[in-house]
């Protein structure tokens, strides 16, 4: 059911699904394939079941777009210099970073450093990415420690997780001292086409899409994606978060964009269907809700001992952040629904049905 490499898979939906892709079969890793006019995807493999992120480059008089960057890697570096050596990047070369996870954010500083970008990017992604890039190890895993034995989890398991300390900061490579505040709202001018930025809360806090009505066009980042929907978890820097609400709230940002428009996301290939797909995104957070629902309609549950019910494998500490935290964000929305109500026993939360 599921593949948590910041993701959740819908494998159980796919046949489907309403989207029809742009291109037959995935883009080769490294190569950079024509989307439309003055827009090309850049295809970056990842080290992750996620194997894969969408960097776009947008072209402008006023200096090239990047759309996204990948993890810090030497390969990627390598990837990035092969593409962008000897280009005419153009006077004021700029880069959007859509929301501060490292398979977006990653490469955002050494492109800065070494090529001269700009970063645009929302203020609460930066302040995220900020935090998180300097967070030091011992108070982090301290408050990683309680955030966890809070949901149930054992001291064993706890304490594989306190081992693991910050990973971000492992997985960027430096934090740019200047940038650009994005708002939703926002308009922007990029190769002869408006672009307006919408803010999308769920998967992260202040995710930037962009979308230009006229040549019906979505960058849609990881808020709308064609075959997975992204994770929207609650980790312990959005403790108090409702995530997985504000992600189905959101939705009513794109409402007024139909099946017409073609859809560039951070993952998988572009696609027509976004009103489609977003109807089936929503379609399984309501059944995802009412399965849990149904366990905690048996007696008081925790997070933790709700994991293994949602998820049927093992899952390494990576995937096991993303489950908890999924979990997390479906008990929390119901509980703000008013159908289930939280029990605190030994400092440790559990849910059951009102």
Excluded at 236 to 251: I, K, Q, R, S, V
């Amino acid at each position: 059911m599921a593949r948590l490499d910041g993701h959740l898979d819908m494998s159980d939906s796919q046949e489907k699904s309403k989207v029809n892709w742009l291109w037959p079969s995935d883009p080769i890793d490294g190569s950079l394939t024509d989307v439309v006019d003055g827009i090309s995807l850049l295809r970056l493999p990842l080290p992750i079941r996620l194997n894969h992120i969408n960097a776009y480059l947008i072209e402008d008089d006023d200096g090239l777009v990047v759309v996204d960057t990948g993890f810090n890697s030497a390969n990627l570096r390598e990837l990035w210099h092969s593409v962008l050596d000897g280009r005419d990047l153009g006077p004021n070369p700029k880069i959007i970073c859509t929301h501060y996870h490292p398979d977006h954010f990653g490469l955002v500083g050494y492109l800065v450093k070494t090529f001269g970008f700009h970063l645009l990017m929302a203020q609460t992604e930066r302040i995220i990415a900020g935090f998180l890039s300097t967070a030091a190890d011992e108070p982090y895993s301290d408050n990683v420690d309680e955030f966890y034995r809070r949901h149930g989890m054992s001291a064993d398991n706890r304490a594989q997780h306190r081992q693991r300390g910050n990973t971000f900061s492992q997985s960027i490579h430096s934090m740019p001292a200047d940038y650009t505040r994005l708002r939703d709202g926002d308009q922007l001018q990029f190769g002869g086409r408006s672009f307006e930025v919408i803010t999308a809360s769920g998967h992260t806090p202040e995710q930037v899409c962009l979308h230009c009505q006229e040549h019906q066009l979505l960058l849609s980042a990881d808020h709308i994606l064609p075959r997975i929907t992204p994770n929207t978890s609650v980790f312990p820097y959005n403790a108090g978060a409702n995530p997985l609400g504000e992600f189905l709230e959101d939705f009513n940002k794109f409402a007024h964009i139909d099946d017409h428009c073609l859809a560039l996301p951070g993952h998988d290939r572009p696609f027509r269907g976004v009103k489609s797909r977003i109807g089936e995104l929503v379609a399984h957070h309501e059944a995802r809700l009412d399965e849990v629902l149904s366990w905690c309609q048996e007696g008081p549950r925790t997070a933790c001992e709700l994991a293994p019910l949602m998820f049927h494998r093992d899952l390494d500490l990576h995937q096991q952040m993303f489950a908890v935290g999924e979990i997390i964000a479906h008990l929390v929305l119901l509980e703000h629904r008013g159908e289930l109500q939280r029990h605190t026993t030994d400092g440790v939360w559990s849910f059951s049905a009102t």
